[in-house]
Structure formats: structure tokens, C-alpha cells
């Protein structure tokens, strides 16, 4: 069945990036495009960005432009995602999910992100 | 960006009961449009995408329908397990836009 398992929980000081990963099973990795998607806390979703593992074409919201990275490793069917220059509004829940066209059908459990110093 | 106006906020419905909610699309989106219902310190899960396609083992209680740029989640008998925060998602266009979210829960 499909899967995806993203990394753990990040505290991380303020000005400093992290990196988090998500790892996908159960399908063929480079045939999806990978969306992330942030959840600040106690209010709605918001679209980052997203990334085609076969050729690592990446669009973004506007808003996540330099703030965001997104890359993959298809040897590990893994993708990543790297957040910049973090502040406090940075603090949120980080999802990736796997696109179907129309929709995204499977998520991965989220990453906790606290920026704090 | 195209805007997704969700109502409403918050619902408190009882047992049994007809649950409608919905989202005013700023423009034509098509069917591209999912509907999740997301429990706490959970993941969003996928109800209905394709605005009207029912996804792979949800009850058949759940159903949406399109008007125009309208788009509607309807749950027939409202479930214990019902409870929980609904949003909608376009895919028409990016950046893929989310509706703020309907907070459902039993009276």
C-alpha cells in the first residue's frame, strides 16, 4: 500500500534551515509529483510547493519562493524539502503528499517544525 | 490566486442528522475540487475528489455536488466518527488553494 514516512520533529533556532524528508513506499516513486503542504497551528493548509521525482521539476507558490527547497533522491525514493532563514511564522505542521492529477490522495504524518530560540 | 470561501466555520449538528457544507470558488475551477476531513493530530484524508467522485473507502453517506462555482460536501446521517475539521482543495490551478476549514462537531 502506499506510504509515505516524513521525517521527526525539528527544533530549530531562528535564522537556521532544516531539512526534512519523506519517504515514499508502495508505489513507483518517479511517476507522482510530490506536493508539500504547511499547517500553521490551529488554522488551514497552505500550498508550498511541488516536485516531479523523475525529472525534479519543482513549482511553487509565490509566498514559499526562497523560503522552500524541494529535491529528491530516487535511489531512496525519498523527497526533501529545506526551509531557509526560519522564524517563528515558520513554526507549523509540514506535510508531503503524493499528487493524482486531480487530487492529493495519500499524505505523510507531518513534521512538527518549532522555531524557537 | 484563486480564493476558496468555505462555510460554514463551525457546525454542531446532532446524530442522525443532514450536514451541508460549502465552497464558493473565486472562478471556474472545473471539477477540480477534493474535499478532507482532517481529526485532530491527524493527517487530512481524502472524502471526495473530481468534486463529486467518492474516494476508496469512505461511506457512501458522504457525497458532493457542483452548482456553478459552488461546490458542496453533504453528509446524509451525521456519525459519531464525523466529527472532526473539513476543507476543500482546488487543483485547477497554482498555487493549489485551500478552503479555511469547517469545524464539525455533534450537539
Known amino acids: 500500500q502506499v506510504k509515505l514516512l516524513q521525517s521527526g520533529a525539528a527544533l530549530v533556532k531562528p535564522g537556521a534551515s532544516v531539512k526534512m524528508s519523506c519517504k515514499a513506499s508502495?508505489?513507483?516513486?518517479?511517476?507522482?509529483?510530490v506536493s508539500w503542504v504547511k499547517q500553521s497551528h490551529g488554522k488551514s493548509l497552505e500550498w508550498i510547493g511541488e516536485i516531479y521525482p523523475n525529472s525534479g521539476a519543482t513549482n511553487f507558490n509565490e509566498k514559499f519562493k526562497g523560503k522552500a527547497t524541494l529535491t529528491v533522491d530516487k535511489s531512496t525514493s525519498t523527497a526533501y524539502m529545506e526551509l531557509s532563514r526560519l522564524t517563528s511564522e515558520d513554526s507549523a505542521i509540514y506535510y508531503c503528499?503524493?499528487?493524482?492529477?486531480?487530487?492529493?490522495?495519500?499524505w505523510g504524518q507531518g513534521v512538527m517544525v518549532t522555531v524557537s530560540s | 490566486d484563486i480564493q476558496m470561501t468555505q462555510s460554514p466555520a463551525s457546525l454542531s449538528a446532532s446524530l442522525e442528522e443532514i450536514v451541508t457544507i460549502t465552497c464558493q470558488a473565486s472562478?471556474?475551477?472545473?471539477?477540480?475540487l477534493a474535499w478532507y476531513q482532517q481529526k485532530p493530530g491527524k493527517s487530512p484524508q481524502l472524502l471526495i475528489h473530481s468534486a463529486t467522485s467518492l474516494a476508496d473507502g469512505i461511506p457512501s453517506r458522504f457525497s458532493g455536488s457542483r452548482s456553478g462555482t459552488q461546490y458542496s460536501l453533504k453528509i446524509s446521517r451525521l456519525q459519531v466518527e464525523d466529527t472532526g475539521i473539513y476543507y476543500c482543495?482546488?487543483?485547477?490551478?497554482?498555487?493549489?488553494?485551500f478552503g479555511a476549514g469547517t469545524k464539525l462537531e455533534l450537539k
Open positions: 503528499t503524493r499528487e493524482a492529477t486531480v487530487v492529493l490522495d495519500y
Open positions: 508502495g508505489y513507483t516513486f518517479t511517476d507522482y509529483w
Open positions: 472562478q471556474d475551477i472545473g471539477n477540480w
Open positions: 482543495l482546488q487543483r485547477y490551478s497554482n498555487p493549489n488553494t
